[in-house]
């Protein structure tokens, strides 16, 4: 089974410091999305990445960054921490060649204090 | 810019009862994709269902099904025969092309009560 791991299931930081949220896909994956999921709001597009070293700005990009060095990793930046990028963070990948279902990690859990 | 709309942030009925979660979109283009995902307690988000736009048979996978209405720009999640595994937190979601970013309703928690 295609696998998406998010290294931090739960994460506790502090107002201004560096964040980094990193995702693993192990099937060789061209795409790959990084979303936020707040109640009532759904989950919102951040970045995402069609190749290596591309990016593009989702929805919401605004305080964060992404880095794609390897095709099978897409970490997700967050430069000063702030109370309100307190969310749950869910990375996905997919292929143009598959049947375009998404696979999903099982999301960060971010507070930050 | 396409948006996808669930006006029911909550849902509750009994085991073995038949639920319907609602789901409207707004978009111009004339071929897309809609998808059910399905996030239980565990965060994973599982495909529920999905539907092409340029097929007009409703989609159907076991217990679940959709009634996709293209000129009202609906998709609704029928589940049948429900279970106490199908509470979780449920998402239309919208994609305009293969492999390309979806687009999220603001979720349905639905709760299947013994």
């Known amino acids: 089974d295609v696998k998406v791991t998010q290294s931090s299931r739960y994460l506790v930081k502090r107002t201004g410091e560096k964040v980094f949220l990193e995702c693993v896909q192990d099937?060789?994956?061209?795409?790959m999305f990084w979303y936020r999921q707040d109640p009532g709001l759904g989950l919102r597009l951040i970045y995402f990445s069609y190749d290596v070293k591309m990016k593009e700005k989702g929805d919401i990009p605004e305080g964060y960054s992404v880095s794609r060095e390897k095709k099978e990793r897409f970490s997700l930046i967050l430069e000063s921490a702030s109370t309100n990028q307190t969310s749950m963070y869910l990375c996905a990948s997919t292929s143009p060649q598959g049947d375009y279902g998404y696979t999903f990690g099982s999301g960060t859990r971010l507070t930050v204090v | 810019a396409q948006t996808v709309t669930q006006s029911q942030p909550e849902m509750s009925v009994q085991e073995a009862e038949t639920v319907t979660l609602s789901c409207t979109y707004d978009?111009?283009?004339?071929?897309?994709?809609l998808f059910w995902y399905k996030q239980p307690p565990s965060r994973q988000m599982i495909l529920v269902i999905r539907q092409e736009a340029y097929k007009q048979q409703n989609a159907t996978e076991n217990r679940f099904s959709v009634n996709f209405q293209k000129a009202a720009k609906s998709f609704s999640l029928k589940i049948s025969d429900s279970q106490l595994g199908d509470t979780a937190m449920y998402f239309c979601?919208?994609?305009?092309?293969?492999?390309?970013?979806?687009?999220f309703g603001q979720g349905t928690r639905l709760t299947i009560n013994p």
């Open positions: 979601a919208f994609m305009k092309q293969v492999a390309q970013k979806l687009v």
């Open positions: 978009t111009s283009e004339s071929n897309y994709y």
């Open positions: 099937m060789d994956h061209e795409n």
